[in-house]
């Protein structure tokens, strides 16, 4: 059994919000990847891609980091972060290119929505320890959303300039 320090409030958010987190990063890392190998990806929208990846990498160690320390780490730098994977995505649909899937910008932004107030919930009640049946149930409804936001993450990059879709080669028998 972990103790938890006696002096300071702990910031403790419910234990959805890791699991959440780890929606949002792997919505971030999606964006990101398919901005950066679109066809017609511009440096523009290959730096943003690489940003969108590193706050998605960086939401899925969160989570990771804060159910194994059943804390909330730097609850205002995950915010923050938060928010910037948040504009980013939105700068992701405005690039010349536009190869960012409005399905999948809108699913992370509902999510960092999500996570946002999680914990900001943890930082003003914190939250009691977390449950088994919660993280099955936030994984399961986190599988839910996150799985079709990825697949179009995916066909975004393989859009034409005039809307088609370019195929994808396969080099069967080479």
Known sequence: MVREPTTGRVSRAPS????????????????????????QADPLSRVLGALSAAVGLGA??????????????TPRVAT???FVGMGVAVAL???????ASILAVALLIALGVTVGCGIVQ?????????????????ATLVT?????????????????????????????GH
């Open 80 to 82: 923050a972060g938060v």
């Open 60 to 73: 899925l160690l969160w989570g990771a980091t804060s159910l194994s320390l059943n804390r909330t780490p």
């Open 122 to 138: 943890g930082t003003r009640h914190p939250s009691p320890r977390s449950s088994l049946w919660g993280l099955v149930g936030a």
């Open 16 to 39: 959805w919000v890791p699991v959440a987190a780890w929606g949002f990063g792997l919505v971030a890392v999606g964006l990101g990847a398919a901005a950066i190998v679109a066809v």
């Open 144 to 172: 839910i959303v996150v799985v079709p936001a990825l697949g179009v993450c995916q066909g975004a990059a393989l859009l034409d300039a005039d809307g088609t879709v370019l195929p994808v080669l396969t080099h069967d």
């Open 93 to 99: 649909l405005a690039t010349a290119p536009g190869r």
